[in-house]
């Protein structure tokens, strides 16, 4: 069976402080994708990024950047410089195999207070 | 891009009256759609896989004659949550899986039931 754990339950910044939220993951497939959502308090959810299990690469996007270890079963997230509008619950989330579409399997998400 | 909707966005109802929540896929075709719910600050938990032309699948523990899912066209699923409690007051989310590699995700409807 899948699990995503987020252990971070809150975190709280400063404006213009870096930030990086946590997700371990277990899955007995060699080929899985995972993701990253941002739930804003309107309550919908924003894609931030899918990566498959065989591309370690990690990926920056402005100022968010992520760090994908296989070897440790996690896929990171940093926002740098954050802003009051980065506020919101994070989530990361796995789908195991292509082949049509799967369910996610969301950890219990980060809520990411940024104050001025 | 992909863009799913859901319809209503918020609604309100009395204990023990049913209501139904649409589901649709407006620029692609989805033969399958997720239902979520989100319970408040908690996370996404899928309730059941529904797919065009056949019955859904559901997880454990959640009870197929209370929550009804009908995906009749490859563009629209309904949940029908019938005899409504309190207790089922909820954050309802679907998703739609347009390719094998992605889903898009509704805006979601917030049930409350007074």
């Known amino acids: 069976a899948q699990k995503v754990t987020q252990a971070q339950t809150e975190i709280s910044v400063v404006e213009k402080e870096d930030v990086t939220l946590d997700c371990v993951y277990e899955?007995?497939?060699?080929?899985?994708?995972l993701f990253w959502y941002k739930q804003p308090p309107s309550g919908e959810l924003v894609f931030l990024i899918r990566?498959?299990?065989?591309?370690?690469q990690n990926e920056i996007s402005g100022r968010y950047s992520w760090n994908f270890q296989k070897s440790t079963s996690s896929f990171n997230f940093t926002i740098t410089a954050s802003q009051v509008v980065d506020s919101a619950v994070y989530f990361c989330?796995?789908?195991?195999?292509?082949?049509?579409?799967?369910?996610?399997?969301f950890g219990s998400g980060t809520q990411l207070t940024v104050l001025p | 891009g992909a863009v799913v909707s859901q319809h209503p966005s918020r609604v309100i109802c009395k204990s023990g009256t049913s209501v139904k929540i649409e589901c649709r896929s407006l620029?692609?075709?989805?033969?399958?759609m997720f239902w979520y719910r989100q319970f408040p600050k908690q996370s996404l938990m899928l309730m059941a896989t529904?797919?065009?032309?056949?019955?859904?699948?559901?997880e454990q523990g959640v009870e197929k004659d209370k929550f009804l899912i009908n995906h009749a066209s490859l563009t629209l699923s309904t949940l029908t949550v019938t005899s409504a409690h309190p207790e089922d007051s909820s954050f309802y989310i679907c998703?739609?899986?347009?390719?094998?590699?992605?889903?898009?995700f509704g805006p979601g409807t917030r049930l409350t039931v007074t």
């Open positions: 998703s739609a899986g347009g390719n094998p590699y992605e889903q898009y």
């Open positions: 899955t007995r497939d060699t080929t899985y994708y």
């Open positions: 990566r498959n299990s065989f591309d370690e």
């Open positions: 989330a796995l789908s195991e195999a292509p082949g049509s579409a799967r369910q996610l399997t």
């Open positions: 620029d692609f075709q989805a033969t399958t």
């Open positions: 529904s797919n065009e032309g056949s019955k859904a699948t559901y």
